[in-house]
């Protein structure tokens, strides 16, 4: 268990409105991801984090912004949300090993359903 | 672009057989990992592979990583329907030092029948 909580863990909001969903560790990890989850898509990376105030893009990165603000916890927010954001999101954490490169953990996810 | 091909995307199976899950790519990876996800939860690290060639164990799963290091397989033998689920490949292409995001493959969905 690494320790990670997402919540809310179910969302419906309308279309136009602001969302934001938290990522919460326990075990002080530098690194932290959001991920969407798509049928035929997979998973694809929306922003990372890797330290307090250090946020970069990932591959779909557009109409999502992110904050983190303390090492524990990563923020995702999607301004105005729209029916192309409905999907499951994913937070992870990772531990970056010189001998097995990053491995992901990941936390339960939020489904986010847009109407 | 670098991309992580699984094969198939969709198996389904009687209990008691052997399969065989495939991850392909023309990058070479570090390390690659496998992961298992069940519904309404999120992925879960199986293993990682390192050495090209390098065939890891884990009870009935075993793992290869290519000996290019571009390619892993997954095998699984006697499949039993707790194996069912969402068997997602994901590669780092660099590492010690320098963070390297994950790629993940659109992973294989597995379902094992009583």
């Known amino acids: 268990d690494a320790g990670i909580t997402q919540s809310p863990r179910h969302k419906v909001t309308e279309t136009g409105t602001p969302v934001t969903l938290r990522c919460h560790q326990t075990?002080?990890?530098?690194?932290m991801y959001w991920y969407r989850q798509d049928p035929g898509h997979g998973l694809r990376l929306i922003h990372y984090?890797?330290?307090?105030?250090?946020?970069d893009k990932g591959e779909v990165s557009d109409g999502y912004s992110v904050s983190r603000s303390k090492t524990e916890d990563f923020l995702l927010t999607l301004e105005s949300a729209t029916s192309s954001q409905t999907s499951v999101y994913f937070c992870?954490?990772?531990?970056?090993?010189?001998?097995?490169?990053?491995?992901?953990?990941f936390g339960q996810g939020t489904r986010l359903t847009v109407v | 672009t670098q991309l992580l091909e699984q094969s198939p995307q969709f198996l389904s199976i009687q209990e008691g057989e052997n399969l065989t899950v495939y991850c392909n790519s023309s990058?070479?990876?570090?390390?690659l990992q496998w992961y298992r996800q069940e519904p309404g939860e999120g992925p879960v690290l199986l293993v990682t592979?390192?050495?090209?060639?390098e065939v890891k164990k884990l009870k009935r799963l075993t793992f290869q990583f290519g000996d290019a290091r571009k390619d892993s397989s997954l095998h699984i033998t006697a499949a039993q329907p707790g194996d069912t689920g969402l068997y997602l490949c994901?590669?780092?292409?660099?590492?010690?030092?320098?963070?390297?995001?994950?790629?993940f493959g659109k992973g294989t969905k597995l379902s094992v029948k009583p």
């Open positions: 992870a954490i990772s531990k970056v090993d010189s001998q097995f490169g990053t491995e992901a953990f």
């Open positions: 075990e002080n990890h530098r690194y």
């Open positions: 994901a590669g780092t292409t660099y590492y010690g030092g320098s963070q390297g995001n994950l790629i």
């Open positions: 990058s070479v990876f570090s390390s």
């Open positions: 592979v390192v050495t090209g060639g």
């Open positions: 984090s890797y330290g307090v105030k250090d946020t």
